[in-house]
């Protein structure tokens, strides 16, 4: 609803220098397949199933590089929560790929990780405003909510940028 996003952002001008937007954006359409397909072993037979979990962890460990640069020694203890998207084994790969990033990038650095459904965390809803004003400029052309938030941006990184390879047609 219009009104709410409206009131969101007026929010969100007023709030300085508490909050940094960090952005992985992946252009799907530019994404090899490989990225999508998972594979395992279910007894003597060999599964293949389409979950994206290989595209998804690499844009997490992307963001946390972008999060973390150059905070290595400033941090004494790291909480990461994640929105409700990542359920079952999409889950349990996330969280492996974010253990095994904190623990080798912050040793001895403790760390939380929890998921929480977006509606119940306001850093959820926060980061959820704020992908979708950075999606609805580069989709719509949409400026107004990006401007709104622009100087809080740190980072805004094309993860296929320079790839020049579309594996499908991606129509607006």
Same mark, same amino acid.
């Given at each position: 609803m219009?009104?709410?996003?409206?009131?969101v952002?007026?929010?969100?001008? *007023?709030?300085?220098?508490?909050?940094?937007?960090? %952005?992985?954006?992946?252009? *799907?359409?530019? &994404?090899? %397949?490989?990225? $999508?397909?998972?594979? $395992?072993?279910?007894?003597?037979?060999?599964?293949?199933?389409?979950?994206?979990?290989?595209?998804?962890?690499?844009v @997490?460990? &992307?963001?946390? +590089? $972008?999060?973390?640069?150059?905070?290595? !020694?400033?941090v004494g203890?790291?909480?990461?929560?994640?929105?409700?998207?990542?359920?079952?084994?999409? =889950? *349990?790969?996330?969280? +492996?790929?974010?253990?095994?990033f904190?623990?080798s990038?912050?040793l001895?650095?403790?760390f939380?990780?929890?998921?929480?459904?977006s @509606?119940?965390?306001?850093?959820?809803?926060?980061?959820? $405003? @704020? @992908?979708?004003?950075?999606?609805? *400029? =580069?989709?719509?052309?949409?400026?107004?909510?990006?401007?709104?938030?622009?100087?809080?941006?740190? %980072?805004?990184?094309?993860?296929?940028r320079?790839?020049? &390879?579309?594996?499908?047609?991606? !129509?607006?």
């Amino acid at each position: 609803m219009q009104k709410v996003r409206d009131q969101v952002f007026e929010i969100l001008s *007023k709030i300085d220098n508490t909050f940094e937007i960090h %952005s992985v954006i992946a252009q *799907k359409n530019k &994404t090899h %397949s490989s990225l $999508y397909k998972e594979h $395992y072993k279910k007894g003597d037979k060999m599964i293949t199933r389409v979950t994206g979990i290989g595209l998804y962890q690499i844009v @997490c460990q &992307t963001l946390l +590089q $972008y999060i973390f640069k150059g905070k290595n !020694e400033k941090v004494g203890n790291v909480v990461v929560v994640l929105g409700s998207l990542f359920v079952g084994d999409r =889950r *349990k790969s996330m969280l +492996q790929t974010l253990k095994s990033f904190l623990k080798s990038n912050f040793l001895g650095t403790p760390f939380e990780i929890y998921s929480h459904q977006s @509606c119940a965390d306001l850093n959820c809803q926060l980061a959820d $405003y @704020c @992908c979708w004003a950075i999606s609805i *400029k =580069r989709e719509r052309g949409e400026e107004r909510p990006y401007k709104i938030i622009k100087p809080r941006i740190e %980072s805004e990184f094309e993860i296929f940028r320079l790839g020049t &390879t579309e594996y499908y047609k991606y !129509e607006k």
